[in-house]
């Protein structure tokens, strides 16, 4: 990375505590280094539930998505952060996979919405953690 290169961090955003918390390590992390935030969400169907929906719900989908993206710019633009967001259709490893490519650094929550929430990572996490092609930081919130 040059010195006229920004620093740059991808974050993916579901909404969940996990996702907040990561969120707000990347605002803090963005600040010191004077970054640009790379906020991706993203979402698909369950693979057996494409094949019913044929594209039933997609505008549901899409717009809960964008509620969720529109509350992560939100949070980093009020705290002064060079900000870019995308709705990706795509499984959210995919999704950010993809969109770390070009990134210094990828943060995520240790967990999303789904699976079973005793585990201390989620599958996207791990795969991640196995497969980008930058570093990964892996969150998991505070406790109180």
Same mark, same amino acid.
């Given at each position: 990375?040059?010195?006229?290169?920004?620093?740059?961090?991808?974050?993916?955003?579901?909404?969940?505590?996990?996702?907040? !918390?990561?969120?707000?390590? /990347?605002?803090? +992390?963005?600040?010191?280094?004077?970054?640009?935030?790379?906020?991706?969400?993203?979402?698909?169907?369950?693979?057996?539930?494409?094949?019913? !929906?044929?594209?039933?719900?997609?505008?549901?989908?899409?717009? /809960?998505?964008? @509620?969720? =993206?529109? +509350?992560?710019?939100?949070?980093?633009?009020?705290?002064?952060?060079?900000?870019?967001?995308?709705?990706? +259709?795509?499984?959210?490893?995919? /999704?950010? =996979?993809? !969109?770390?490519?070009?990134?210094?650094?990828?943060?995520?929550?240790? @967990?999303?919405?789904?699976?079973?929430?005793?585990?201390?990572?989620?599958?996207?996490?791990?795969? =991640?953690?196995?497969? /980008?092609?930058?570093?990964? =930081?892996?969150? @998991?919130?505070? @406790?109180?």
């Amino acid at each position: 990375m040059n010195s006229s290169t920004p620093f740059v961090i991808v974050v993916g955003v579901d909404g969940s505590a996990q996702s907040q !918390a990561a969120l707000k390590w /990347a605002i803090t +992390e963005a600040q010191l280094r004077q970054a640009q935030i790379r906020l991706v969400t993203a979402w698909s169907y369950p693979p057996m539930a494409s094949a019913v !929906a044929d594209g039933v719900f997609d505008d549901a989908f899409r717009k /809960a998505s964008a @509620r969720t =993206l529109a +509350e992560a710019v939100d949070a980093v633009t009020d705290a002064g952060v060079d900000v870019t967001g995308n709705v990706v +259709e795509n499984t959210p490893a995919a /999704a950010l =996979l993809d !969109a770390a490519n070009d990134a210094d650094l990828l943060v995520v929550g240790s @967990r999303g919405h789904g699976g079973f929430t005793g585990l201390l990572l989620g599958s996207v996490s791990t795969h =991640l953690a196995h497969h /980008a092609p930058c570093p990964v =930081l892996i969150v @998991r919130p505070g @406790r109180s």
